[in-house]
């Protein structure tokens, strides 16, 4: 049996490919390992520099202090809503089109396509979008954040494309011969063999729901409607956390007082991203096998 020698351009390319990816690998995992490591480690060696990737002092006094912010458990309460909600709006538009826009014998099938592919490209803007949804009274309410994401074209294609590939044309076809209605056919014969592009729209739709943060800044001015990532710009960015719930753990108004409420302030960023992304972080690898078949949908059949 011979063997085909790699040639010295194929090694070195070959290495120029490890180092690339192992470069890559670091970039992306230092920061997640420098806040899980800053999360647990004394505020004072963070905020100095000292610690600059494994755990130095271990303190979990930001994690207390975030378990303890009532804020926190309204805004996973309400991103769960959030993500259930419309997650189950999505699909309930996005199976349904993609089928309909599936079948050659829609009349006006190219055209549809041209129009939602149209909106991909060019769209009203947001002060536009912004003014349909206060016309609709949808301002500060639960709909603000599952009714304007509705549908998403791409995902819309993608579904298309896994119908027409995927679902013998013979298998509907009997159907119809057997006096099966369209609709009957779809629910019944169609959905249970789509359970896997059922699958992939659920995490994309879900992943997006559960990062969703610019329409809930727009659209949501009640605090008990808070996402989690709106909760996490306040602790973030307005510091909310650090001069509210420190402010009232820490009753001294002493200047090493107010220094180790800063520190505190600090640390917390870090415990309150870990919180928020454990969620994916976790549910991920599980799941991952899911996004690979999303990439692969539409691919040429061998």
Not at 152 to 160: G, K, M, P, Y
Not at 207 to 225: P, T
């Amino acid at each position: 049996m011979s063997v085909i020698k790699e040639s010295r351009t194929d090694r070195v390319f070959q290495m120029f490919v490890y180092v690339f990816l192992i470069i890559i690998l670091i970039m992306v995992l230092y920061p997640l390992v420098y806040v899980i490591s800053a999360s647990i480690s004394d505020p004072k060696l963070v905020h100095s520099g000292e610690m600059w990737l494994w755990p130095m002092g271990f303190n979990v006094e930001g994690y207390k202090l975030i378990l303890e912010y009532e804020q926190i458990w309204v805004g996973y309460r309400n991103t769960i809503l959030y993500t259930i909600l419309g997650v189950s709006i999505n699909l309930f538009v996005t199976l349904p089109a993609a089928f309909a826009l599936a079948q050659n014998k829609l009349v006006g099938r190219n055209l549809f396509m041209m129009m939602l592919v149209f909106t991909m490209f060019f769209s009203g803007g947001l002060i536009p979008t912004y003014l349909l949804v206060k016309n609709l009274g949808l301002i500060n309410t639960v709909w603000a954040m599952v009714l304007p994401n509705a549908a998403a074209v791409w995902n819309i294609i993608l579904c298309t494309t896994f119908f027409r590939v995927t679902i013998p044309k013979e298998l509907t076809e009997a159907a119809v011969i057997d006096g099966c209605s369209t609709t009957k056919m779809f629910l019944r014969i169609v959905l249970p063999l789509s359970m896997p592009i059922i699958a992939v729209m659920s995490l994309f739709y879900g992943v997006g729901h559960w990062n969703e943060y610019f329409s809930a800044l727009i659209y949501l001015s009640d605090e008990s409607k808070y996402t989690l990532q709106l909760v996490l710009r306040q602790i973030l960015v307005l510091q909310e956390l650090g001069n509210d719930n420190v402010q009232s753990t820490i009753t001294s108004t002493t200047a090493e007082a107010m220094q180790h409420r800063q520190t505190l302030a600090e640390i917390m960023k870090y415990s309150v991203i870990i919180v928020s992304t454990l969620p994916m972080i976790i549910a991920y690898p599980f799941l991952q096998r899911f996004f690979v078949k999303g990439v692969m949908i539409g691919s040429l059949k061998g």
